[in-house]
């Protein structure tokens, strides 16, 4: 049956049986305002004639007649009984006698008689239809029983079957609903086929049956482009591991498995955090994952790793995966890839480049130095008298020995940064002897292009915790830069303060200044920016900033390009 019949007949059905049962409470309810009125009219007032009669009889008052006249009337016009009429014509007759005078005695007597007679008969009526009454008041109350147990029962079993009939279904459906939410597609509903439900629960069902057999397709499609990726990440040369935003391991390929040596059961699905704990590996990989902000923007430096019986080195790149999900407005962190690059091969070449460069620079050096020391005796007179030409050549040549010993020495010192073999010395000391020091090795090379220093330093300043000798050949570097970099009577600021656990050694010249794309290439080794004419190597700043960064400092630039540029060594306070 139809949800819409169905409510239409309940509601109907209730709505008749009110009327039935206004009907049948309305209909007694006026039977027995008959039976009382009847009794009222009919009897009680013959017993009120009566009893006036009565009263007029004993009364010894001129209008006494007058009074039983009245009543006498009344009663007339009242004969409701079977017998009533003739007690009461005789009555009259009686009264009639009596008024005329006869036999007095014997007529009030029976008048009397004939009133109670009259009294009698109405009482009697009285209680005959009171019993009446009470048999309508009984069969209302029978009727309305009946009629009210009825509408109960009928608005019960509404109240009981209606709501459930119509909740019941909508609840199944919203459960089947949640159901195919959470794609649980086999699910179906069965309701009555006559009613509106039977007809929603066939397109519900249809929905679910086109839902799955899409499912079931694309299923099919994705576990093949799982299978596709996984293959084509195990075939990588590289190790990769993926992981959730929660840092359990949700895939590793062989590669990865090797080096991180542990079997597949062992590390997938396992949080990373727990299998750092055993895994030096696995530790140093999401080292940067676990410091707050993801690690991003820092720079890590190879990893060395033993695998396979031999050292390898790796370069790490940690890329995060977001997605905004689907009705969604942010993006949402849904996990990590890491991914080692092999880069032993290039390390392998890099140890030889360094070696190689090494061993000529040392080699290179001594000869070079017997050359400036010959150079130092050639120009002592003692020797022999030089021609100005012999001389100028011999200006020239020291130049040249004095650049190429220059190379040579930070050929040497970038070897010995590659190699991780830098001898430091840390010690507390004065920033103002490391820069009285490198003021001292730039004085010439100032003078010949007229440059000033000019010098902020506080009168009392803390000591630094540095090594005196590097600090002072960054300090030096910086300088010549600043000369080599600045057009001729330029000045260059030279300004010492503290800061923090810092004291800065800033110097800053007005020369040409770098480009911003530039600027954070300058410390990378061999980098000089292009159409540089000066002669150089580019290395001068990448040594700083291992020397400076290897005793805990800092080097930083700030440039704007064209008015010049301002290089700030951020050194340790000495505790
Ligand atoms: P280089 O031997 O070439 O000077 P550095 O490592 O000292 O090597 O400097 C790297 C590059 O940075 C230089 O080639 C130059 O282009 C730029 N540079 C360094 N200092 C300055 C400066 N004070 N002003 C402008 N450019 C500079």
Redesign the pocket.
Do not use: M, P, W
């Given at each position: 049956m139809k949800i819409k019949t169905k409510l239409t007949l309940g509601v109907g059905l209730l709505f008749i049986l009110i009327i039935l049962l206004s009907l049948v409470g309305a209909r007694y309810i006026n039977a027995l305002k008959n039976d009382t009125e009847n009794i009222l009219v009919a009897n009680y007032n013959t017993l009120e004639y009566c009893r006036n009669m009565l009263l007029a009889l004993e009364d010894s008052s001129a209008n006494a007649a007058k009074k039983f006249e009245i009543n006498l009337q009344n009663q007339e016009k009242n004969n409701t009984e079977i017998g009533e009429k003739e007690v009461t014509t005789e009555l009259r007759n009686r009264f009639n006698d009596y008024k005329i005078g006869k036999s007095e005695n014997h007529v009030l007597t029976t008048i009397r008689t004939q009133i109670f007679q009259l009294m009698n008969m109405n009482m009697q009526a009285i209680q005959r239809k009171s019993e009446v009454a009470k048999a309508t008041a009984d069969k209302a109350v029978l009727w309305i029983a009946i009629t009210g147990t009825l509408c109960f029962l009928i608005a019960f079993t509404l109240l009981v079957n209606l709501p459930s009939n119509i909740a019941n279904p909508i609840q199944e459906l919203t459960e089947s609903i949640e159901q195919i939410a959470s794609e649980n597609y086999a699910e179906r509903v069965h309701f009555e086929s006559h009613s509106e439900f039977g007809q929603l629960a066939k397109s519900f069902n249809i929905m679910a049956e086109k839902l799955e057999e899409y499912n079931n397709s694309s299923l099919a499609k994705l576990m093949m482009e799982k299978k596709r990726i996984e293959t084509l990440i195990n075939n990588m040369h590289d190790p990769v591991i993926g992981l959730d935003e929660n840092l359990k391991v949700i895939f590793a390929n062989e590669e990865a498995m090797k080096i991180v040596g542990v079997p597949k059961a062992e590390i997938v699905g396992r949080y990373s955090q727990d299998l750092s704990v055993k895994n030096d590996l696995v530790r140093t990989l999401i080292q940067d994952l676990m410091s707050p902000g993801n690690g991003v923007g820092t720079k890590t430096k190879p990893i060395k790793i033993y695998s396979d019986n031999k050292e390898g080195y790796f370069d790490k790149e940690t890329i995060h995966i977001s997605i905004t999900p689907t009705g969604e407005q942010t993006k949402k962190l849904i996990g990590h890839v890491i991914i080692l690059r092999n880069i032993t091969e290039y390390k392998e070449l890099d140890f030889a480049k360094t070696n190689f460069i090494a061993t000529v620079s040392h080699e290179f050096k001594t000869p070079i130095s017997s050359i400036k020391m010959s150079l130092k005796l050639l120009e002592n007179e003692k020797v022999g008298k030089l021609n100005d030409e012999q001389k100028n050549l011999l200006y020239s040549i020291n130049d040249d020995v004095t650049r190429l010993l220059k190379i040579t020495g930070e050929l040497l010192d970038m070897t010995q940064v590659e190699s991780g073999n830098i001898h430091l010395t840390i010690l507390p000391t004065d920033s103002r002897d490391i820069l009285d020091f490198a003021l001292k090795a730039t004085k010439t090379q100032a003078e010949q292009k007229y440059i000033k220093f000019s010098i902020d330093c506080p009168q009392s300043i803390s000591k630094v915790q540095a090594d005196q000798e590097k600090t002072t050949w960054v300090l030096t570097?910086?300088l010549s830069?600043?000369i080599?970099?600045?057009y001729d009577n330029a000045t260059i600021n030279i300004k010492i303060s503290e800061a923090d656990t810092f004291v800065n050694i800033s110097v800053k010249?007005t020369?040409?200044?770098?480009a911003p794309q530039?600027k954070d290439k300058?410390?990378d080794r061999y980098?000089?920016?292009p159409g540089?004419k000066?002669?150089?190597?580019?290395?001068?700043?990448?040594i700083?900033k291992e020397f400076i960064e290897a005793q805990g400092g800092q080097i930083m630039v700030e440039?704007e390009f064209g008015a010049?540029?301002s290089?700030t060594l951020m050194l340790q306070k000495a505790t």
């Open positions: 570097n910086l830069n600043g080599r970099y600045s010249d020369g040409q200044g770098i530039h300058i410390f980098y000089r920016v540089t000066k002669e150089g190597t580019g290395l001068g700043l990448a700083s440039s010049g540029s290089f």
